[in-house]
């Protein structure tokens, strides 16, 4: 550059993009391996595929058409061929359910987990790149297999921590919308925007309420900001068949069923999956999963062109407080359901299939809410250096406490100034420093510093918990393993 000076990046991350940093990492980690003694016991076999895929094989692409490659991150290669980032976890499953087929057990029950990614405006909570987490069974046509996933989901949430009582899991079937679609006259495909307009504001109801679903029923809604929403178009005797199943959800399930029968009229769509309901609860109550875990719930839309029968969600009951301060109901972390068109791009033969997928981020903000998570990790035992010429000695030291299974490790910044490796130690949340100098080398002794009872000792620490684990003990050094043991425990 002409001024001499030279032109450095920004360190920063990229717009929509965020890094994860200790506990975030370690508390994922924990939850996802908890997620994956679940889906392991019910006979599912881990799948990682590439983070690439063809644009081709990928297939149906996002709704966000005004971003560059209609939401995804794509680009030509050298050959010409179109290269994209997996947007989820189920394309790249359908491509590899038709590439091995002939080697893969029929039906292929696998879970995969892992980053996505999606090139769509980002805002608060929404980011570009996020985890999922999902669970999918390939090849089988009975809606057992649907049935299974629902009940492994709910083992799921509590095996991460999540009370029962606390979430429920809400099932419905995509063919009794269809039905619904049906006796409201929105059948066939002249009235594919229609039907769309339907769904989208049948799965706002929580949201909107009767009224403003009503609205988007008719000749459309105007939002408090003055923003028009087009309507469906329908008139009253047909919104009226469609609120009538917005509120078709009964007591109990077999209530809530013969409620659906009756909306669904003479339709056979609806009738059959009216009976696929049944007999997903009749499996469910046979395994012990009752409606205070698993109920049926018409109110669950999901994927507008995307699932053929059984729809799921799980939702988490209890309240938080939002950024106002105001209290309301967690929501969704999970959904899924049977989408047995998908492999079919792939071999012109319809593959059926069924799965979940956890929303890693929002299941974790959930446990963080609960106080289920662990919080701030413990750092490692930090071992001082004290003389340049003895590391051999300190790397001793470090390795025996590795060897017993302790976290720990050697000061590796510049030595001169031990009140900065005390600072070093502190920022790392180190919960032990261990000293050596010259004194204790001859007395065959170390001091272990309790930095975690040091910090609060002017804060809380009675003159009875000081006398009984005072912050700084010397012992002897070849009690060092056992001493350092003794003041990590609770």
Known sequence: MSDGKIRRPKA???KGFRDYFGAEVTERKAMLDAITGVYHRYGFDPLETSAVETVEALGKFLPDVDRPNEGVFAWQDEDKDWLALRYDLTAPLARVAAQFRNDLPSPYRRYAMGPVWRNEKPGPGRFRQFYQCDADTVGAPSVAADAEICAMLADALEAVGIDRG???????NRKVLNGVMEVAGLAGDAKTEE???????IDKIDRLGAEGVRALLGTGRRDESGDFTKGAGLNAEQAEVVMGFTTAKRDTGDETLARLRELIGTSAI????VAELEMIADLLSAQGYGPDRIVIDPGVVRGLGYYTGPVYEAELTFQ????????RNFGSVAGGGRYDDLVKRFTGQAVPATGVSIGVDRLLAALRAKGRTAGEAAGPVVVTVMDRDRMADYMAMVGELRAAGIRAEMYLGNPKNFGNQLKYADKRGSPVAVIQGGNEKDAGTVILKDLILGAKIAESATLEEWKDRPAQVEVPRADL???VRKMLMP
Not at 166 to 172: F, M
């Open 12 to 14: 920063e991350t990229p």
């Open 270 to 273: 609806g009738a059959e999956g």
């Open 320 to 327: 938080i407080t939002d950024e106002k301060g105001r209290p």
């Open 481 to 483: 393993v056992a001493a």
């Open 195 to 201: 039907r769309g307009i339907v769904l989208r504001a």
């Open 166 to 172: 606390d979430y429920i899991v809400k099932v419905n």
